[in-house]
């Protein structure tokens, strides 16, 4: 399975993923994930920060789901894939390593990564698009945004 632009533009806008697996109980577990990236058109990539309950389920499970939905237009993807941990140890970690180096910086210092292989993905919407087709995204952000209790930025206060 490949991500195509729409797929990338909602990554890229997220700030936070949530990667899904399961212990070797069947144990269902989320956690986000604040440092991730695709890797070509049919990997992402997910540094492990702190999760060593992710990463022992991933051992025992590779089966992982991670979603990332804009919390104002209420609209992201969900994909699924195998996944596996690659170390500082390993050959090649450098390569894949390097796009989420740049993501994190020095505030967050890794030394694994979820590599996961893509199966499928599939777009992930709130359900008033479905109920109400004529639902516009500007009627979701307007929503969001009295709920939340935010307002847009001022042009001249991003950066």
Do not use: H
């Not at 389920?57 to 979603?67: M, T």
């Not at 890794?110 to 996961?116: D, L, P």
């Not at 777009?123 to 929503?143: F, G, H, N, W």
């Amino acid at each position: 399975m490949m991500m195509d632009e729409a797929v990338l533009s909602a990554m890229k806008r997220s700030v936070l993923c949530w990667l899904a697996t399961v212990d070797a109980d069947g144990c269902p577990n989320v956690s986000p994930k604040e440092i991730f990236c695709a890797y070509g058109a049919d990997r992402l990539l997910v540094a492990n920060i702190a999760s060593p309950g992710s990463a022992g389920n991933i051992a025992s499970n590779p089966a992982v789901c991670v979603s990332f939905v804009d919390p104002f237009v209420q609209k992201g993807f969900k994909i699924k894939g195998k996944a596996r941990l690659a170390t500082n140890c390993d050959e090649g970690f450098e390569s894949l390593a390097s796009p989420l180096v740049r993501l994190a910086g020095p505030r967050f210092p890794f030394a694994s990564i979820f590599v996961i292989d893509i199966v499928s993905i599939e777009p992930v919407v709130a359900p008033s698009y479905r109920l109400y087709p004529d639902t516009r995204e500007s009627q979701q952000i307007e929503s969001a945004m009295k709920t939340y209790g935010v307002r847009p930025a001022l042009p001249d206060s991003i950066g």
